[in-house]
């Protein structure tokens, strides 16, 4: 059984940063790609950002320039730097995790963490 832990979300004024962590734990062999959802109020999850263990990464449009994902592979581990937050990066994140490899393979997620972006 795999898990992920995230952790790192909170309340932060506009122009203000967040890191946030996401842990995987179980038996684990090697994970394809990590990376970080989100989904607002009323909203449909939208992807953040992703990394594969290859180091290529993917990010949405709107977060471009200002959030930076990276992964420490040996922890399973994966984190998102964002800078410049604005009102309308408020949601609920959530890490994800793809598992290629048997018999562990699928997609993980967390439980996701609130990120509440407000003056």
């Known amino acids: 059984q795999v898990q992920l832990m995230e952790s790192g979300g909170g309340l932060v004024q506009p122009g203000g940063s967040l890191r946030l962590s996401c842990a995987a734990s179980g038996t684990i062999f090697s994970i394809y790609r990590m990376g970080w959802y989100r989904q607002a109020p009323g909203k449909q999850r939208e992807l953040v950002a992703t990394?594969?263990?290859?180091?290529?990464?993917n990010y949405a449009d709107s977060v471009k320039g200002r959030f930076t994902i990276s992964r420490y592979n040996a922890k399973n581990a994966v984190y998102l730097q964002m800078n410049s937050l604005k009102p309308e990066d408020t949601a609920v994140y959530y890490c994800n995790a793809l598992i290629t490899d048997v018999p562990q393979r699928g997609a993980y997620w967390g439980q996701g963490t609130q990120v509440t972006v407000s003056s």
């Open positions: 990394m594969t263990s290859g180091s290529s990464t």
